[in-house]
DNA sequence: ACGCTTTCTTCCTAGTGTGAAAAAAATGAG
DNA sequence: CTCATTTTTTTCACACTAGGAAGAAAGCGT
């Protein structure tokens, strides 16, 4: 347990930030409130509260929203929370292309773009969020990037479609032109991060994502923040030693996920049903096992997989919840409620089964939860 | 993501102690200071720290030694930290047995005793703890308490041999009983706190400790702390599904353990070398395999079936350092090489295998930890 | 002995949160 | 309509804290 102070934990400006701060995040995580929400929430008195509300009103953090709630006695003034003040660039780099969006801290989109990704990704990544910005650059206090498969350390791994060689310069880089905080992660981690402050496990501090698309990874939450292990390689589920004992060595593509992604399931469905490769090839599976025997036993396969899959994770780590995201949330109800059954009987602690909600919406969200929470670094307390 | 702040974040009477415990987990850490680093490492005046000194001194946190290092310019007035300032107790729960010890902030023990487990638990922890204190009764800062399988919600696991039924009521009554914190977890997780606060992980943050026994369990430090799950199962590595697919359900004991575990590998020892059952098998196993063949063979496929348990861990948690401790800490140096081998050759991220260093000492340090930092509550900043 | 350097201490000041009191803003009874 | 009542918000003086500056202390080298 690693603990080092090299900063100061309770200089004077330090402690006037920190309250700062609990304003602000309790403000946020309540739409409208009034002072002595405020003061209840935060613990400070209320003449403390009143000087801070004056500053971020005229900061143009809170809003004052007129008298509320008709009671005997004076009324209080309700304030509200002003998600404009504070804004996110949430970059993602998918293989071709690279998409761009400022949202403000409620998720809402206020400006979006795609294109190609260019040779410079520093330079195409700053441009890009500039311009979409524009004059609210003042505002803007993080960025995140989400990349297929980076590893803090540095290491791109299971992203040789992408043409960057090095991932960590592009966050540095980045920040030092914008000038504000950027964090860089995998996007399985960001979609997990995502549905758990605004999807689908928004009720829970622990998770655990998988994410089926060309590859398998999942993303873990542990007592609500995104764990990444000691190299950045936590969720590499798809190296799971699930399939047998097959010996392989390592090649950058794991054994589980050679034969339970999406490809492999295509191919085996095309097999089934002649014709063009399907866009959902999980959903097609789910639709002819209906009616087709053989359509039925490989689904039940692949269910077993699957369950094998979440079965692993959930005795080492303990998620208590498992989303299912890309391919794997294509699963209609009764293929949910047989996987959900399959982990029950096996697991040693309850684990529940569930699709994410969020869709491509996940990276964003969890972009922004990330680009704010690096915004407003927690005070190194030991 | 789920985060409350109910309480006061920054008051007044907060700030202070705040500061009060930087200094002391400073002191804490470095054995011998003098008042400059103290102030370079808190980041507090030199003033500030003159006058916190000397309360801390009055109250026998820290004690002065006298000039140190003898350098140009008035030498340093050198302080250590007094571990006797902070006691704390740890009580090991064994099925047929209770063991409690007295120690100070740096492990060294004061007192110890083992007995009997009598019919009431908490009678006898807290007369155990109050006995052995003693006079130093002001000085105890925290219990903590190592059960075999307790899970946070309160029911216990994997413990059918110990005869108490409820384990948290435990906690909370010795809590009340005693005026201290009390934390209760598992013996395994106390372990992996121990190995990484003054063991075989005390360079890294992340680390997995893999303890054979009766059963396999598994204690999971990310980022600093131990991980516990959304129910306290993290870490149930026994019942991973790795030995093919048998579809058993689930039933206390798992597949892996099972067949993996001190109890199997015993068996199958004596009946290679016929005789009484060994008190250390795996240790046996290694004698038996420089000479004999299928001794040799039965001793790769264990080392198989263990590199099959700590890939699946690192495919799922990434933890870069795997201890094994317990039975697994007796293999000889050429099988820990084969085994590291053969986890390396399938891992997606650099994972080393180690022997766990404590031994019996792990769950006494862990438990230190634990106490201590149950002790210094974290301000709940959010 | 005399500077010199570094550490520790003392004193004063600027700045902070808080409690108490005052002001403000509505409601409802007479 | 007026006035007591209730609740929220603001103001103000106070107690307290951290930090800067200056001074005292304690050794070292010449």
């Not at 960057?164 to 905080?181: H, K």
């Not at 009616?291 to 079965?311: H, K, M, N, Q």
Request: net charge negative; glycine share 10%; with cysteine.
């Amino acid at each position: 347990m690693s603990d080092k102070a090299p900063t100061s934990p309770v200089s004077r400006e330090r402690s006037r930030e920190i309250k700062r701060l609990s304003v602000i995040l309790a403000a946020r995580q309540a739409r409208r409130l009034s002072r002595v929400d405020l003061a209840e929430m935060t613990g400070l008195s209320a003449a403390t509260v009143t000087a801070l509300v004056r500053e971020l009103v005229a900061e143009g953090y809170l809003i004052e929203r007129g008298p509320g709630a008709p009671t005997t006695g004076r009324p209080r003034e309700m304030l509200e929370f002003n998600p404009r003040a504070e804004l996110v660039a949430a970059v993602s780099l998918e293989p071709p292309r690279i998409s761009c969006e400022i949202a403000d801290s409620e998720g809402a989109v206020i400006a979006h773009r795609v294109a190609r990704l260019g040779a410079n990704v520093v330079e195409t990544v700053c441009e890009f969020v500039l311009d979409l910005v524009g004059d609210n650059l003042p505002s803007l206090r993080g960025v995140a990037i989400a990349v297929p498969g980076v590893s803090t350390n540095g290491a791109v791994r299971l992203a040789p479609s992408v043409g960057l060689v090095e991932a960590w310069p592009i966050g540095e880089s980045v920040q030092r032109r914008l000038g504000v905080p950027v964090v860089v992660d995998n996007d399985v981690n960001l979609m997990a991060a995502g549905e758990c402050v605004a999807g689908a496990g928004a009720d829970v501090a622990n998770l655990l994502l998988i994410h089926v698309a060309e590859g398998i990874g999942a993303g873990l939450v542990l007592d609500g923040k995104v764990r990444r292990g000691a190299s950045g390689a936590a969720g590499e589920v798809g190296f799971l030693p699930l399939g047998g004992t097959t010996e392989r060595r390592y090649s950058g593509v794991g054994d589980f996920e050679a034969r339970w992604s999406v490809n492999a399931i295509a191919e085996r469905v095309v097999a089934l049903n002649p014709g063009r490769r399907p866009e959902s090839p999980v959903r097609e599976l789910s639709r002819l096992a209906a009616t087709s025997a053989p359509a039925r036993e490989y689904l039940d396969e692949v269910l077993g997989a699957w369950a094998g899959l979440i079965l692993s994770c959930a005795c080492v780590v303990d998620p208590g919840l498992v989303l299912l995201s890309g391919a794997a949330a294509e699963l209609d109800d009764a293929a949910l409620d047989q996987l959900q059954t399959l982990v029950s009987a096996r697991t040693p602690a309850p684990t529940e089964v569930r699709r994410a909600t969020l869709g491509d919406q996940a990276v964003l969200h969890g972009a922004i939860s990330y680009a704010l929470s690096a915004a407003v670094p927690r005070p190194s307390l030991p």
